[in-house]
């Protein structure tokens, strides 16, 4: 075999199984765009507003810098967000506890409307699909899933860091 063909390992590609969770990924992101284009929000304020809920469901507080940070943005594109999802009623600024400065980020309930009809056709159908598994099934393809969010939280991080 020649230096420049590439031997049969390399033309492979990723496994089946990690090609089809690139094509759920791509799927959902486009279900996202569409979704959220309907309603005139950009995915980057989904975005926001999952892991506002996702930190509410914790009783996690929500700080613009905490957003800044989760969603790798700078400071004025934070900003921005915050306005926007301000405007369009889906947050509010609030000033508790005993750092009267901080301020927190909270959903409304215009917020959890909206995205309950905007995410209900998803839901629906992943119900419906879900439903042909059985108990047994469903866990461990949860215990899968989970592994794949950390493993790609991980390369997020490492490919964050850049080379050693």
């Known amino acids: 075999m020649s230096a420049e063909s590439p031997g049969p390992a390399e033309n492979a590609g990723p496994p089946p199984l990690v090609r089809l969770l690139q094509e759920f990924t791509l799927e959902a992101n486009r279900y996202v765009d569409s979704a959220g284009g309907r309603n005139d929000m950009h995915r980057t304020d989904l975005n926001a507003l999952a892991l506002i809920m996702r930190h509410a469901a914790r009783d996690e507080i929500v700080t613009p810098g905490v957003l800044r940070k989760e969603l790798n943005l700078s400071s004025p594109a934070t900003t921005a967000l915050i306005d926007r999802l301000h405007r369009s009623g889906h947050v509010v600024r609030e000033r508790e ?22 995410f209900l056709p998803l839901a629906r159908h992943m119900g419906t699909a879900m ?34």
Do not use: C, H, W
């Open 97 to 118: 506890g005993a750092d009267r400065r901080q301020v927190q980020l909270r959903m409304t309930p215009k917020a959890y409307r909206d995205g309950g009809a905007m």
């Open 131 to 164: 439903d042909g598994f059985t108990p047994e099934e469903l866990q461990i393809v949860t215990r899968f899933m989970t592994s794949m969010i950390d493993a790609t939280v991980r390369a997020g991080e490492e490919a964050a860091a850049g080379p050693n």
